[in-house]
């Protein structure tokens, strides 16, 4: 049996976005029973929310959508996550920069972007930033990662 795919979602605080990345992702491995072989984490790039349950908007929508993200605490994207795990998918442009400032370059090849999997047509590259907006705000950013998890599910698997 092979070790577990390491999937690491990141965006900058680890309290809106990345969240909800990492719980969309958990349900999708859960609903093919393919719990024992992937490992799911997130981070943000910056420190500010180190520690901290999700944010209540991201909460409120995964609950919605029967997904659990609130045992979730966040932490700080390092060199040493780039280094152990296979697959680092950024939220936004501006997050995939900075990890690329400490990612070491034989593993750049690592870092993704998770708009780059939507399949319908879009003209941005970012999931917006959701902070201190609305629920209409978190809500298209849980509209655009549903899209975006199965077919990077599919070019991770096809990857194996
Ligand atoms: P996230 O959203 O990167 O999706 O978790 C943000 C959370 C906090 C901040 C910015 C974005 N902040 O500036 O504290």
């Known amino acids: 049996m092979h070790s577990p795919t390491r999937v690491m979602f990141f965006c900058l ?3 809106c976005r990345s969240p909800l990345a990492h719980g969309i992702f958990e349900d999708h491995i859960a609903q093919q029973q393919e719990e024992d072989r992937w490992h799911i984490e997130s981070s943000g790039t ?3 929310h180190v520690g901290e349950a999700p944010d209540p908007g991201s909460q409120r929508v995964a609950t919605q959508h029967g997904i659990h993200i609130g045992a979730q605490r ?3 994207l390092t060199t040493h996550h780039i280094e152990t795990f296979d697959y680092l998918i950024a939220m936004s442009r501006s997050n995939l920069e900075a990890a690329r400032k400490i990612c070491p370059p034989e593993h750049e090849h690592k870092l993704l972007l998770v708009r780059d999997f939507e399949p319908t047509p879009h003209n941005a590259d970012d999931v917006p930033d959701p ?6 705000a978190f809500e298209e950013v849980f509209s655009i990662l549903s899209q975006c998890i199965s077919p990077l599910y599919q070019h991770m698997t096809n990857d194996k």
């Open 74 to 76: 966040a932490q700080q």
């Open 13 to 15: 605080g680890n309290i």
């Open 131 to 136: 902070w201190g907006h609305g629920d209409d």
């Open 46 to 48: 910056s420190a500010y």
